[in-house]
């Protein structure tokens, strides 16, 4: 499986901004693709989740803001990022999961076991 994030970049305090995750090599069907942020000398963090199925998790400091979608078609995940905050500057990155576990156990527990580089988000103030 290989993922390739992009769409990052600077935007102000109250924009918006939308990430895309391309996915390519999946080989079931069953499986998950996951939106993760880590910011400087912070801890990685699950930002939102999707199955399969069309199930969608999210992390707690970014419920009601961010939304997750697939587009099939294109196989690409896109990570819809709006009333963005300083706080959400982070490198964002993708990950997938197809073989280890449920994509629903993956989603809820954030352990997903393919990434793909980042890309920066950076809100100004």
């Known amino acids: 499986v290989q993922l390739q994030a992009s769409g990052g970049g600077l935007v102000q305090t109250g924009g918006s901004l939308r990430l895309s995750c391309a996915v390519s090599g999946l080989t079931h069907f069953d499986y998950a693709i996951a939106w993760f942020r880590q910011a400087p000398g912070k801890e990685r963090e699950g930002v939102s989740c999707i199955t399969h199925d069309g199930a969608t998790y999210y992390g707690d400091s970014v419920q009601g803001r961010f939304s997750i979608s697939s587009d099939d078609a294109k196989n690409t995940v896109y990570l819809q990022m709006n009333s963005l905050k300083p706080e959400d500057t982070a490198v964002y990155y993708c990950?997938?999961?197809?073989?280890?576990?449920?994509?629903?156990?993956?989603?809820?527990?954030?352990?997903?076991?393919?990434w793909g580089q980042g890309t920066q988000v950076t809100v100004s103030s």
């Open positions: 990950a997938a999961e197809e073989e280890d576990r449920p994509p629903a156990v993956a989603c809820r527990e954030w352990n997903l076991g393919v």
